[in-house]
């Protein structure tokens, strides 16, 4: 007769098994507790892994659970449907053997009629999860060499996801162009390559336009690099995306020219080398506020050995021909430019045309972000809605919240900028106070303080660096500076 034992039964099951060979968690749970009646056990728990791999025991919380209760004595006999239901690696089952051992704890499959109370039992348990991982690896490199032929064939593999700009409908196996996404993958090349923008940048704004991404979520870096870095654009395929693998050629429609895509690829090796150096810093105050007099493109720092030297976008584009420029030289220009900025009174007069085209430019992008700002806000209630109802996870929710949160941030910054200059009817700050507070104390400033004066008054810095003929090195010369859309110096 047997006898009553504490059962723990443990039942997983994966997506893929369950979708092709009806493994049913409530199946293997009602056939287990059928048994168990028979047998007169008393069932402690049920212990279930939904839509888990059985590769290791490490990643899945119901086995680990079942494991504590062993140990603490209240688990003395585990029914399985099927060994391989417990775990695939032969490692994980000699443990799990072990442990039972160790805490006189009886196993039982039923499907391979197994009890480890018996030598012969223990020996038979250890052969089927020999055979059992080796049929697992058998899968796993038959899995690897159709995936390689189905690439070297021209066909996108047939995972869950589908490439932003791309739909592939159930049953298709070459992805066609989806016309709205691909405009956007287009535009973020654009940015990146043709603007000079970041991949940071790009994000932000792509958030800001409400454009959802595949997945209906908001945009991150790395969602932004994959596009940047993904050749099915190109017309591409490829296995492996994480780790070095095949790319081929694709069966489907490029979305961008392969040269835009190099281009790209080059900027991305190239960002990555500078860019513990290319962050604007207190130290690079012109950051942001410097342009090339040559093309009106911005200027960016790069830091080589605690020496700062600005840098042509446009250059960098094959757009222009400027020389970079040093920190210390452009300083010294600078300075030299304010001393002489009391003798252009005559040249440079308010222009109230211009002025009265940037309060009707102010209004309407106030009016943009205020739409902006309430859409944000009715999103936010309805995330935090989703949260309450528990429709949303609570780490999509915060990553989500911190989105929105930010964007309003900049959202209102912009608005108080915008509302400020709309109700301002005369220049808050007349030209000769600005030259005389600049001719007066520039020099006295710190770094952090020229940064603060120049992001709060100055809108432009023109400045170029005029090589003579023949020569190797020239002179650098502010041009123009442009006070926050109110007037400008210029030097003929």
Known sequence: ????????????VSTEEQAQEGFSI????????????????TIYKIYADEGISGKNITERPA??????DIKAGHVKNVLVFKIDRLTRSTADLLYLVDLFNQHDCAFNSLMESIDTQTASGRMFLK??????????ENIIERVKLGNERKVKEGYTLGGRRVSYGYDRPKGQEIQTINEAEAFIVRDIFEMYVRQGMSITAIARVLNLRGIPTKE???????????ILTNPSYIGKVRYHVKKAGYIGEGLHEPIIPAELFEEAQKLIAKNLRSAPTNRPGEKSYFT?????ADCRKKMYPHTDRDQIRYFCTGRRFGLCKASSMNHRDLETAFSEYIERIETLSELDTLNLKKQKQARQEARQALQAYQEKQQQLKRREKEIMRLYVH???EFDTYKFMKKQISDDLVIIQKELERLSAFEEEKEPALKKENIVADLKRNWELLTAAEKRLFLVKFVQSIYAANEIPEGKRYGKIRVVEVVFQGVFSFGIL
Not at 127 to 136: D, K, L, N, Y
């Open 127 to 136: 052969i089927i999860g020999i055979f059992a991982e080796f049929e697992r």
């Open 1 to 12: 007769m047997e006898i009553a034992m504490k059962t723990g039964i443990y039942v997983r």
């Open 216 to 226: 209906a979520s908001t945009w991150t870096n790395s969602q932004v690099k994959d």
């Open 63 to 68: 086995v680990n659970e079942l494991i504590l």
């Open 26 to 41: 409530r199946g293997q749970e009602q056939k287990l507790k059928d048994y168990a009646l028979i047998k007169d056990w």
């Open 288 to 292: 942001g506020i410097l342009e090339c």
């Open 390 to 392: 528990n429709e949303m």
